[in-house]
């Protein structure tokens, strides 16, 4: 014990979190340019044998009811705070709509209720924070492979980019998040999965506002930051780079790898 | 011990500084009068591949801390019981506003200020796990961890598989790493020279001791393979594939402490590794690690 500790002292978890990563600080070889082309550079090889050994549709392992967290960590964004947001969230997102557009031939606009008279998935999986940490719930969703194909997608697209609510950052400086929202990517093959849903409940209720209310996307391969909350706008494209900070995410314009399969 | 007490040797040169000289050339065991012989040691594959070991593996420990400390803690089963770690570091904020690092294993509770827990970071204290000069990157950084970690585990893959490939094909393996059985009944001998600084010499000091194989054949063909499947675990995608990992290891967080502990086991196999290095002949060693030659001492020890 260190002179002056109390037991008053409030618990502090040493989960920094990955919020705190702009600090680069001294470290003089991680700003050396040629570093991070040549470490990113394992990125495509990892991609490429995962998906060797994976294939295309090798599902996630699914979980028994007796499994699922009596509470469901949620990461990130724990509420979007905008007064667009709000008002959703009082009238209990009666008028929210996902919409599904760019390279595609049928452009969509989705009222919930249209999205969960869609075919629905049910499924008791294990969600991976990029930190480390594991949570298993009950989702279900529409599956995105069947809304894609309601789409159908033109032969150029290779990517769904899924835009979202929630800001990212406070431009003014009052404390509020309100602009750069987030945004992320997932290829066709991961898009059309099997387990990749628009998810509506968690654990059988609606979702709430902390896990991504009203929507969020499953993608049971990848990382917990590749499963968008909030989700807005799904739009087709067939390149990244003009899109945000041209990585293909929010955490990916930070440095996060693309592939969120590890 | 003093020199001047030992048996006067017509050869030998005699003083603290010549037997300090020998000591950090021959290490504790050795007579400096005694006659060597040179004997080539390591082939070429081992020192290459030993030495980009080295620079692999520290980068991976070190960039492992940082991946660690985003969320320093450890879980066992599929998921994270928060609640119940197997292991945590966290900090407390005292009255004045400065941090204290606390350390819990199972009910165990640890100061660690300073070092675990809470650190300082440029004069800052700061709450992180490890402390600021054990991460690659230094500051908290979890995306150029990764990118450091995932480069780095292709080149530990590769290395390992370049030299056990070799150790197999050239009879390294079975000639010198392989354990007999009697390397388990004689441990206890074994491990009474070892305590007494006995180092083999003439004939026996051509092959890897009891002590040496058993632990090298854990090291690279236990800790080294575990290491590698319990990281593969942890990748969601992965365990799509191999749905018989997480199943084999209990669970994608018991996969995470399993791989937390092979890395402190290393850790601990590099201190000790380290400080026989010293004891048996610092420079004799380290210059057969380089070159292959190594310095046998002919009489006066311990011989099989």
Known sequence: MRDGATRRGFLMRGFAGVATLALAGCDSISQQPWLDPLLRSAEALTKRVQRLFAGDHALAQEFTKADIAPSFRANGTLDPGTQEYRAHAQKNFTDWRITVGGLVEHPLSLSLDQLRKLPARTQITRHDCVEGWSCIGEWTGAQMAHILALAQPKEQARYVVFYCADPMTDSDGDGINDSNFYYESLDMVEATHPQTLLAYRLNGQDLDIAHGAPVRVRAERQLGYKQPKYVKDIVLVDSLEKIGGGKGGYWEDQGYNWWGGI | ?304
């Open chain 2, 1 to 304: 011990m003093t020199i001047a007490s030992e048996p006067a040797n017509d050869h030998a040169p005699r003083g603290p500084w010549a037997w300090i000289a020998n000591f950090l050339k021959y290490g504790a065991n050795s007579d400096s009068g005694d006659p060597k012989v040179w004997f080539f040691r390591h082939p070429l594959f081992v020192r290459i591949t030993h030495w980009t070991n080295v620079i692999v593996l520290t980068v991976m420990l070190m960039s492992g801390l940082q991946i660690f400390n985003a969320h320093s803690a450890l879980y066992w089963g599929y998921q994270s019981d928060f609640d119940h770690p197997l292991l945590s570091m966290v900090a407390m904020q005292n009255n004045d506003g400065s941090l204290k690092g606390i350390t819990q294993i199972g009910s165990w509770h640890f100061d660690t200020t300073g070092w675990l827990g809470a650190s300082q970071v440029n004069g800052q204290w700061v709450v992180r796990g490890f402390p600021s000069w054990a991460t690659i990157p230094g500051t908290q950084w979890l995306a150029l961890g990764r990118l450091w970690h995932f480069f780095f585990a292709w080149l530990f893959v590769a290395n390992g598989v370049i030299f056990a490939s070799l150790a197999f094909y050239s009879g390294h393996f079975r000639r010198d790493l392989k354990p007999k059985t009697s390397d388990i009944t004689g441990l206890p001998t074994e491990i009474a020279h070892h305590a007494r600084l006995q180092f083999p010499k003439g004939e026996a000091a051509k092959s890897y001791n009891g002590i040496q194989r058993l632990t090298y054949f854990t090291v690279i063909f236990i800790i080294g393979p575990l290491i590698v499947l319990t990281g593969l675990t942890m990748s969601p995608t992965l365990d799509t594939a191999f749905p018989f990992l997480p199943w084999l290891f209990g669970g994608r967080q018991s996969a995470r402490t399993i791989h937390f502990l092979c890395a402190f086991s290393f850790l601990l196999f590099f201190f000790v590794h380290i400080v026989m290095v010293v004891l048996s002949g610092t420079w004799n060693n380290i210059r057969s690690m380089i070159t292959g030659n190594y310095e046998i001492e002919q009489t006066g020890g311990r011989d099989a």
